[in-house]
């Protein structure tokens, strides 16, 4: 049970790499759902575990990363521990001398964010540390790892603000800068990157969050630039399709926007273009669609087929909504996340 007087509020929400489990962090422990159908999957409570900031997962596998946080944490917010849900037990730490941003997580590697640091660890098995990255300072723990077997992209904040730099876990040599690219993505600071599947795009956004970026990770070259909006805003959220024909973010606009990747004549652009006017913003291309969320809360999205795309607030509810080729979005389902399990534990 959890302690009696605090309520779930929900300090942390995140994919498995399949976008078919997401994990939520409370003040109360963590709890682990599938996304179809909607239940509970597992869950540690305050008395076991203490708040949580943030619970990633590793596929639908048993291990899962915890770091302590928030009001009344039991374990240090310096500290990665490893939850096998198996042994229902924490079986690996990792400490720091302080606070850690982000975990991300592949089958052999664990990744690590600080505030000016990152480390790279061998996982699970003999974990010990392989490599250590300086940033640029990162408040938001800004990484991304690729998730397939046969490419392994890490990308994060370089030392210039604006810049993302590229790391080719499979190559990579500290004493070799070759495998190294820094792509110069943005005049501000970064506030938001994806990574497909295979590792062969990320997506990015500035502070700013009117405009969005694809590009190329073997070339370094710009793919595609989406407007989100003319009015600054923080984006949440963002991620490929599993076959990166699609691209989501979510916005503190309370909107979700989906932008077309192959079939680009979908996106929008502007009617002033059609008149032949020019400039910055009529030679804009803007989503293909998008939808909004009620209670315009904070909220992760993703697609769990190529047209369906979920999307989990930190009010504790869940959507799923379709969309056609002609752009209509509709909403298929709608639950209360945090209120599923709580009679069976």
């Keep these: 049970m959890a302690s009696e007087g605090i309520r779930d509020k929900v300090a942390h929400l995140s994919f498995n790499q399949q976008h078919d489990c997401f994990a939520c962090s409370l003040d109360t422990g963590f709890r682990v759902y599938n996304i179809s159908p909607l239940t509970e999957k597992t869950r540690l409570e305050f008395d076991q575990v203490g708040s949580v900031s943030q619970t990633q997962l590793l596929y639908r596998c048993n291990l899962l990363a915890v770091v302590g946080g928030?009001?009344?944490?039991?374990?240090?917010?310096?500290?990665?521990?490893?939850?096998?849900?198996?042994?229902?037990?924490?079986?690996?730490?990792?400490?720091f001398k302080s606070s850690v941003l982000a975990v991300r997580m592949r089958r052999n590697r664990i990744i690590v964010v600080l505030s000016k640091m990152l480390y790279v660890f061998s996982f699970p098995n003999t974990s010990k540390l392989l490599y250590s990255f300086a940033t640029a300072?990162?408040?938001?723990g800004l990484c991304e790892i690729s998730s397939s077997t046969n490419h392994a992209v890490l990308v994060f904040p370089g030392k210039i603000t604006g810049r993302l730099q590229l790391i080719d876990l499979m190559q990579h040599r500290d004493d070799d800068k070759s495998h190294q690219p820094v792509i110069n993505a943005h005049?501000?600071?970064?506030?938001?990157?994806?990574?497909?599947?295979?590792?062969?795009?990320?997506?990015?956004?500035?502070?700013?969050?009117?405009?969005?970026?694809?590009?190329?990770?073997?070339?370094?070259?710009?793919?595609?630039e989406f407007r989100r909006g003319l009015d600054p805003a923080t984006l949440y959220?963002?991620?490929?399709?599993?076959?990166?024909?699609?691209l989501c973010a979510s916005s503190d606009k309370g909107t979700v926007h989906i932008f077309a990747l192959n079939l680009t004549s979908l996106n929008r652009r502007s009617a002033l273009s059609k008149i032949g006017l020019y400039g910055q913003y009529v030679d804009s291309v803007w989503d293909f669609t998008n939808f909004t969320i009620p209670l315009e809360c904070a909220?992760?999205?993703?697609?769990?087929?190529?047209?369906?795309?979920?999307?989990?607030?930190?009010?504790?509810?869940?959507?799923?909504?379709?969309?056609?080729?002609?752009?209509?979005?509709t909403r298929t389902e709608y639950g209360m996340y945090l209120c599923i399990g709580d009679n069976e534990f």
Aim: aromatic letters at 12%; a neutral charge; hydrophobic letters at 40%.
């Design 187 to 224: 005049e501000n600071a970064l506030a938001c990157i994806a990574l497909n599947h295979q590792g062969s795009r990320v997506a990015t956004a500035s502070v700013k969050g009117t405009l969005i970026r694809i590009f190329d990770t073997s070339s370094q070259q710009k793919l595609f």
């Design 137 to 140: 300072e990162n408040p938001n």
């Design 299 to 329: 909220c992760i999205c993703a697609f769990t087929s190529d047209h369906t795309v979920v999307v989990i607030c930190i009010n504790g509810t869940f959507h799923k909504y379709k969309f056609s080729l002609d752009g209509v979005c």
């Design 237 to 246: 959220c963002m991620n490929f399709s599993l076959n990166s024909e699609y």
């Design 70 to 95: 928030g009001l009344f944490p039991q374990y240090s917010p310096n500290d990665v521990l490893i939850w096998d849900d198996l042994k229902r037990q924490f079986v690996l730490r990792y400490s």
